[in-house]
Structure formats: C-alpha cells, structure tokens
C-alpha cells in the first residue's frame, strides 16, 4: 500500500526488506531462536544502513506520477509481460519440483521467482488504487488480492520445503534486484535519481548485507568443489599448496 500512497518501488522494497531482516535478528536473537554471528550482525546493519541511505538518494517521485502513461510505455508493457510469464512459468517449475529435495537448485529457483515475481508486481499494481474508479477498481483490487494470495500461499510453501537459511537471502536479494529494474523500465526512475552511479552502488551494498547474513559462500563453496575437482593425489595431481607438499 505505500506505493500507493506514493513511495517509489525500488525504495520502499529495500525498506521492507530491511525492517523484515532487522525484525527477523531482533526476535529470533531475544527468543533464542538462532544465533546471529559476526557477519550475520555486520550484514544486517550494512542492510539496514543502505536502506537509509536510499531515502537520501532513491528516486524522488513527483506528486502525481504519470502511471499510466508510463505504463503505456513499450519498454514498460514489454517488461510486464515478462514478469507475468515469468510467473506463470515459475508456477509451473514449483509444481515439477515439489518432490525434488530440500537441498535442490532448481526447487529453490522457482519458488524464489515465483515469491520475488508476485511480490514485485503487487507493488506496481498498487500504484493504480488512486489512480481508477468503479469497475477498473474493482479489477485492481481484485487482481491486487489474487497477487497477494499467491504471493503468500508460495512464501508459506517455500519455508517449508527450501532450506530456510538460503531462500530468504536468495528471495530478498533477487527482490531487490527486480524491484530496481522495474523501476528503470516501468516508473522512470532514472529522472529522479540526480545519483545514478551512488544509487546502483548502494544497491550493491543491500545485496551484500543480504548475503552477509546468509549462510552461503557462493566462492568458498566453488573453490572447494574445483579444488576436489582438480585434485587426485593417487595420480600425482594436487590443486592446492598442501597438496604438492604432501606429493613432495
């Protein structure tokens, strides 16, 4: 509802995102639910930190933003295509990998598009509450709730069958990337941004307090996997230092 009232979606996601995070490590730490480690902590105050900084040198939306002009826009229409099929196509990969397990990429990939994508469109739509009257508002709502339910029906499914600790960073960080490529494409923040290159860089930041306070370590976990890869010390052949030592 507030970019209804006026916010800009590539801010008031990143704000969101922030709150639910700070909440998250607020409760979870005073209820002794998890434990939240050094780069758990720093990652979530980098988060929260470049969300403020946004409000400082986000998009500043006019009053009365042209929506449907802009999305009359082919750029604009093109990407919500994109977006809707999109969806329909994750909705499908949910199906054809609910029985894959709880560890698989390509489970966690659909429901992370599916939860990102609905999660995106919903704040667009949003943008029409005041804009229509009778009918039209009514088709608003209407498409505005059936977003919701499924927006909300995939969340409580993802928990439950992906590994939590992945797919709410892997979520939030694809959010904010979709987020701040509709508002490019669809709602013209590129002329109300007077910082484009700060404005991307503190983006950069909310992803990188987002991973922060993941479990993954996308090259640690690759530099291990090429390591036992490349490694075969029964034929001679070692990747690392220690491994010519021990072949020496």
Sequence with gaps: MSTALGGAVATVMPVQTGANILGNMFWQTILGMKYYNKSMRVGTLVLVLSVAELSEIGPNEPAELPVLELMSEPIAIAWT?????????????????????????????????????????????????????????????????????????????ANAQCDVAIYVPAQLSS????????????????????????????????????????????????????????????????????GHSVLT
Aim: hydrophobic fraction near 50%; charge should be positive.
């Design 175 to 242: 959010q904010l990337i979709v987020n701040m490529l509709t508002g490019y494409l669809v709602w013209g923040d590129s002329k109300y941004v007077e910082h484009p290159t700060a404005y991307l860089l503190v983006y950069g930041l909310c992803i990188m307090g987002v991973y922060l306070n993941s479990e993954m370590d996308i090259i640690g976990d690759w530099t291990r996997s090429y390591s036992i890869r490349n490694s075969m010390l029964s034929e001679g052949r070692a990747y690392s230092r220690f």
């Design 81 to 157: 295509v994109f977006l809707a099929l999109s969806t329909l196509v994750a909705v499908y990969g949910t199906y054809k990998t609910y029985r894959y397990p709880i560890d698989s990429t390509a489970k966690l990939l659909c429901f992370v598009s599916v939860v990102t994508l609905t999660t995106v469109i919903g704040a667009s739509v949003g943008k029409f509450f005041l804009l229509v009257k009778g009918a039209a508002l009514a088709c608003v709502i209407c498409l505005y709730f059936l977003d919701g339910v499924f927006c909300m029906t995939f969340t409580v499914l």
